[in-house]
């Protein structure tokens, strides 16, 4: 076999300079085998593209089978009816809610994955910080699915409180007022995202932190700064890219989540401005608790607001993906 | 420095002025309970409230009486210091107690009857039943998606690193990196939209696993790329200096040595999909009998199994603590894959070339 191969195209007497040679590995072999072999594996690669295309297209083409049907306007209509008749149905509410739990989500899970990335790199006992790094890598892996089930049924009763207490002290504002119903609402499912998306954004932040040049750290202390200041002048500035992708990273998790949000939030059709009182509803959970009842004009309605979905993860990965590219120390961004 | 050096009294000694050891511990003790009296004593019952005072009269304390005896700037790093432990300590309670709950509420009804036995026969408000079907759909599911995705994903790899020059191979690239962030309630539609509403399939395991492809896919092919770019350059030149092919020197020389990598890659993967529910909910809907053919007719899943427990409960408590076991079963099965997957990859790392 080898034989028979080699024999086809003879080894040049001399190693070939290396832009030659990359030059034949481009443009594949002229072996048989290698030519089968370039083609499958550049096939898959096209087919990898193809997928993203097909899914572009093909949920572009029900969605805009459903956008033609919808007497609504499909942006700023708060009615979700594609069934009715006329059929009526808008993502405005959806769009509001999917902002509004992804922003308490990122308020509260940023900061906090910072720290605990810099507690992990530089605050810990070193004993320590190993093991935790490994624990919040496994973490990672739960299923959302788990979260849901641990949100609906252990964080949502312990909440009465802390909103109470919010509805005692800052209800007048108008963002923290209560009813005093069932805690699950916007500021619940925001909670639950942070914490769903904790585990990735400590980690990438966390590898960031770990790639700052022992050299910019060791001379901020030689110069006698304070450990924060060593932090706040080497660390954060190094890592500052690499924590706005993972930001990012997160981000995109807490768009797209799907069932830990449906299992949470009690949802409505409706834009409540308080968080606290249950309504609303997210793009995926939308899609999940509408699913099952839906005729086939009604899953094409979800699909259209799946593509609004799709389109805005899109929008947010690839914004993450171009932070990163443009820094090429940083690697290990899929943790 | 220098400043703290110079306003202190003993300017014989070098070092500053420094707070004992155990500063923080009782500056935070003193904080709690002047928080519990304060309360007390204005009556305040909610728990926050004594917490936020606390943690007012902390900070102010460790800040005031540090910046007072060791200088500004080191109570600037204390002050620091404690905003990241109280973060750790924060994010540790949710997450500890969602494995705590999960351990504890799950293994009340875990046992092998659990695990040999399906719903078929018992309405979800009863006690009894199983996931022998869930298992049994879940794995069917994940091994399908694995055997499309893992052929896919790994030329693809070898495609990027062996070959991949140009316009192709960045496009490539990329569209792996926004790939991985599809969600996975889009990918579930993607095949609604192609598989069922435009071929006329029904619900099926297969098609559920055709959208676990899409979400495994690009992870396979990142954690493949990775492996075979730790291969050395030298041992791929020794081969090809022998006359052995390209593609003979990729199958028989670069991917033995990167294989315990890219299975690591493929387990982590699997760990992945196995817990997704959207796409399942979407085309595969959930069952509660045994459906051992995922090529028709609706299946379960493990993450399934727990949202029609949760859902179809009707708040009844044997219907909770069934989806508490199967949670605990599904955490199990991935945290498992997930350190078989680490300790192949502590096993097998390639040898990287110096």
Request: charged share 15%.
């Amino acid at each position: 076999m080898d034989i028979s191969t080699t024999k086809d195209t003879p080894l040049p007497s001399t190693p070939p300079p290396p832009a030659a040679e990359e030059k034949r590995a481009a443009r594949g072999a002229t072996r048989p085998g290698d030519r089968i072999f370039l083609g499958l594996s550049r096939g898959s690669g096209i087919f990898l593209l193809a997928i993203m295309a097909a899914i572009a297209v093909f949920l572009s083409y029900r969605a805009v089978l459903a956008i033609g049907k919808d007497e609504g306007n499909f942006f700023t209509t708060f009615e979700w009816n594609p069934t009715g008749n006329p059929p009526v149905f808008g993502i405005a509410v959806l769009a509001f809610g999917t902002i509004v739990s992804s922003i308490i989500a990122m308020a509260i899970a940023v900061p906090v994955a910072v720290g605990i990335a810099l507690f992990i790199t530089h605050y810990a006992p070193r004993k320590l910080g190993g093991p935790i790094a490994y624990v919040v890598d496994l973490l990672a892996a739960v299923p959302s699915i788990v979260y849901g089930l641990w949100g609906a049924l252990v964080l949502v009763p312990q909440l009465d409180g802390l909103y109470g207490w919010l509805n005692d002290y800052l209800g007048w504002t108008g963002i923290f007022e209560w009813q005093g119903g069932a805690p699950r609402s916007m500021l619940t499912v925001g909670i639950l995202l942070a914490i769903m998306i904790l585990p990735i954004i400590t980690n990438v932040s966390r590898e960031v932190f770990r790639q700052v040049p022992q050299m910019h750290e060791e001379a901020a202390l030689a110069l006698g700064a304070t450990r924060w200041e060593v932090i706040r002048m080497a660390v954060l500035p190094f890592g500052r890219s690499g924590v706005i992708s993972a930001s990012m990273l997160g981000l995109g998790r807490a768009l797209g989540e799907t069932m830990a949000v449906a299992m949470v939030l009690s949802s409505s059709f409706e834009i409540n401005l308080s968080l606290l009182d249950p309504g609303g509803g997210t793009f995926a959970q939308n899609i999940a608790s509408k699913f099952s009842e839906a005729t086939e004009m009604g899953r094409d309605a979800l699909i259209a607001s799946g593509l609004v979905l799709f389109v805005i993860t899109l929008l947010v990965n690839g914004a993450a993906r171009l932070i990163i590219a443009r820094r090429k120390e940083f690697s290990g961004a899929n943790a | 420095m220098s400043n703290a050096t110079l306003s202190d009294k003993r300017p014989s000694t070098l070092r500053a002025a420094s707070l004992p050891k155990w500063f923080s511990w009782a500056v935070a003790a003193a904080s709690v309970a002047l928080g519990l009296g304060i309360s007390a004593a204005l009556g305040l019952e909610s728990s926050i409230q004594w917490a936020l005072i606390a943690g007012v009269l902390f900070v102010a304390g460790t800040f005031g009486i540090a910046a007072r005896v060791e200088g500004k700037r080191q109570a600037k790093d204390r002050v620091a210091t404690s905003v990241v432990w109280v973060a750790f300590l924060l994010a540790v309670v949710p997450l500890a107690s969602l494995v705590w709950e999960t351990v504890s509420r799950g293994v009340k009804v875990l046992d092998t009857y659990f695990l040999t036995h399906s719903m078929g026969v018992v309405a979800d408000t009863e006690p009894g039943g199983g996931i022998y079907h869930a298992i049994l759909g879940t794995l069917e599911q994940v091994g399908l998606a694995t055997l499309i995705s893992v052929p896919i994903g790994v030329l693809t790899a070898i495609y990027l690193v062996e070959y991949g020059r140009g316009k192709l191979a960045k496009a490539v690239t990329f569209f792996v990196d926004v790939m991985t962030g599809v969600p996975s309630i889009v990918a579930g539609l993607f095949i609604l939209s192609t598989w069922i509403l435009i071929l006329d399939m029904g619900p099926s395991g297969f098609a559920g696993a055709m959208a676990l492809t899409i979400l495994m896919l690009p992870v396979v092919v990142r954690s493949t790329e990775e492996m075979l770019k730790l291969v050395p350059n030298e041992l791929r030149e020794a081969s090809l200096a022998l006359g052995v092919p390209k593609w003979r020197t990729i199958l028989k020389v670069v991917l033995p040595t990167a294989i315990g990598g890219i299975t690591t890659g493929v387990m982590l993967a699997v760990a992945r999909i196995a817990g997704e529910t959207a796409p399942v909910l979407l085309l595969v809907w959930g069952s509660n009998f045994i459906n051992t053919n995922p090529f028709s007719d609706p299946q379960a899943s493990l993450p399934m199994y727990i949202y029609l427990q949760y859902a179809n409960s009707g708040g009844s408590g044997a219907a909770y603590d069934r989806a508490w076991a199967a949670a605990l079963t599904l955490i199990a099965f991935i945290m498992i894959l997930n350190l078989a997957a680490r300790g192949i990859a502590r096993w097998k790392a390639p040898k990287t070339g110096r």
